[in-house]
Structures are given as C-alpha cells and as structure tokens.
C-alpha cells in the first residue's frame, strides 16, 4: 500500500513537470509583430555619438531596441525616445541588460557632436549612431526602414520622411521583436521582460 | 425756435448713436478662444522645438487658428505628425479649425508648433512668447513653459 501511494506521488510529480514543460513551450504572448527569422541580425559599422566607429559585435549580449529617426525631428522622434526612456526606467533591475541605439537618417545634419547632446537630453543612456550616406542607407535597406528627404523649405530646412519602427534584438543579435512608435511604453516594456525572461 | 434746435439735436444724437451702433455690430465679434497647458520641449544644439497647447473655443461659432510666431524664434510654422504605412512624417498645416465650444489638442504625435532658430539661449525653466494668430485677425498672446527634452 505505501509503495502504491508512492508510486501515485511520482505519478503526479511527472504530470506536473510535463505540464511546466508544455507551457515552456508555449509561445509568449507578445505585444509587439514576432519577426522572428523575418529580419537579419544586428549588423553595421557606424559612427557612435562619440565621434568613435563602433559594430554590432560591441553590442551582443545586450538586449538591442533600434529606432531611426533625425534631431531635427521635434515631435515623433522626441515622444518615441522619451518612450524608451520610461522604458529603461520601468525595467527596473533588467535595465542593465538593455541597450536604446538612435540611428540618425539625416547623416548631412547629425554629427556625433550634435546627436550626442540630443539622445543624451533624452536619457543618457541611448547610443546615437551616425555614418556616411552610404552607410546609413545600406543599413536602413537591411531593415527595411524607408527614409525620404522631403522637399526643401525657403529658410533651407528639410523634413525627413522616416520609418516608425522599433526593432528587438536579443542578446544574439537575432532580430525578434517590431514595434513603432504608437506603441505604448507599457507594451515595450512587457515584450522587452517577456524576452529577457525567455532567453536570459 | 429753442424746442425746435433741442428736437434737432436729439435728431443728430440719435443719428450718431444708430451709426455708432452699426458701426459696433459691423465688428468682426471677438473669438471667444483661450489657450490653455501650453509648453515647449527643450532640444538642445538649437535644434527646432516643439510647442503644445489646448486651443478651446467657448463661442457659438467655429475659429481658425490660422498660424503663429514667437518673438523668441525667427521662425514659427504649425505641423503635423503623420503616421502612415509604417512612416512618420511631418507636413505643414496652413490652419486649424476649432469648432463651436470645442478644442483641438496640440500634442505629441499630432499637430504642434514647430519653433526655430531661437533667437537667444533658450533652456529648460525659461518661459517663451507665442502669439497664436486667429483668422480674422484676432492675436493671442501667451508665455509658455520650456520643459526639459523628456517631459512625458
């Protein structure tokens, strides 16, 4: 009789491992577009805020969220970084794990010395990255993110047409999160613990 | 003789008074709008900044913002942030119509004002001027806040 009820105690032991198993496997329930082997890995060879080159490989294993944008962007790109930045801020202990990369479209305007001042007034913690035309444009085709220099102004001035996409890297590079910049701050945070938690 | 130039007089009195009367009515009537939580986001570098306010209009007729400019930049246009097809994009806005007691939100992510070249040092804790324009010629005047560049 004891070895019975023993036997039941294992019986039950597996049922509930298995259980933990299948909802290991159960695909999260992100906020943001799975893009999951949709987009390549993180790759470039860019200028930082710093004036210094810097690569994708100075960033692998850290959690990457990219976004495109211009400093003389004065409404979308400033409500997007101050998104992140309340991001980084509700990540409480996972914060260290995330990198915020701010890639300029408007090489011609964005120096690293005047990105620096602009992605540092947002959080000090973003890295703008900047680059030649070339650059810029081979990296905005590998992720698909569109820019246009829009028609010049009298005072000399341009708009900058750009993508609204927040692109999750994992620690990897592996592209696996596209959000935009309508997404709440909410959303990102919960996709960006989601993935922490599901590959540490 | 005297009734007769007192009958006179109050002839031309009310003859002024119906004139002034016309006058008065023929006035384009005051838009009843105030602006309302008006602030500008600081960028640095001199970089153009956004401003944002609450138009409201309490009057039985719709206004027109038809623009605005500020003493404190050389250059002052309203915009608006467009999001389409996974593009954010800023085009220029001739004017805005604030209808009959409503408001429009100048807010991020929408319609703002875009301020440029400050014409000196502006940092975060300065107020800045911005008379906003009605259509029909009215002027609103207003000193708004500068918030730092992260101000939710």
């Known amino acids: ?200 | 003789m005297k009734r007769k130039s007192m009958e006179y007089l109050a002839a031309v009195f009310a003859l002024a008074l119906a004139t002034f009367i016309s006058a008065l009515e023929s006035l384009p009537s005051p838009a009843h709008v105030n602006v309302q939580h008006g602030w500008i986001r600081w960028l640095p570098a001199n970089l153009p900044a956004a401003g944002y306010a609450t138009l409201r209009n309490d009057g039985n007729k719709s206004a027109r913002l038809a623009g605005a400019d500020s003493p404190d930049y050389a250059e002052a246009m309203l915009h608006r942030s467009m999001g389409t097809n996974g593009m954010d994009q800023m085009q220029m806005v001739d004017a805005i119509d604030i209808p009959a007691h409503g408001k429009i939100d100048l807010a991020p992510g929408g319609y703002h004002l875009m301020l440029m070249q400050p014409k000196h040092p502006i940092k975060p804790g300065d107020s800045v001027r911005v008379r906003w324009h009605l259509a029909g010629g009215e002027t609103i005047q207003t000193s708004l806040p500068v918030r730092p560049a992260n101000s939710d």
């Open chain 1, 1 to 200: 009789m004891p070895h019975l009820k023993r036997l039941l105690q294992f019986a039950l032991l597996g049922g509930a491992l298995a259980l933990l198993a299948a909802c290991d496997h159960a695909p999260p329930s992100w906020q943001l577009n799975d893009v999951r082997g949709h987009l390549p890995d993180l790759q470039f060879n860019l200028t930082n805020d710093n004036g210094n080159p810097i690569t994708a490989s100075d960033f692998r294993g850290k959690y990457v969220v990219m976004y495109f944008g211009y400093t003389h962007c004065p409404d979308v790109c400033p409500l997007t970084l101050v998104h992140l930045h309340l991001v980084m801020q509700k990540l409480g202990v996972d914060t260290g794990k995330v990198q915020i990369l701010f890639v300029s479209v408007d090489p011609a305007r964005d120096t690293p010395q005047v990105l620096h001042q602009y992605v540092n007034a947002f959080d000090p913690r973003i890295v703008g990255l900047t680059g030649t035309p070339a650059q810029i444009a081979a990296m905005a085709k590998n992720y698909r993110a569109a820019f246009n220099r829009d028609a010049t102004q009298a005072n000399g001035g341009y708009e900058v047409s750009h993508s609204s996409g927040i692109y999750i890297f994992d620690r990897a590079g592996h592209a696996r999160l596209l959000g935009t910049s309508a997404d709440t701050v909410d959303a990102i945070t919960h996709d960006l613990k989601l993935l922490i938690a599901d590959s540490p």
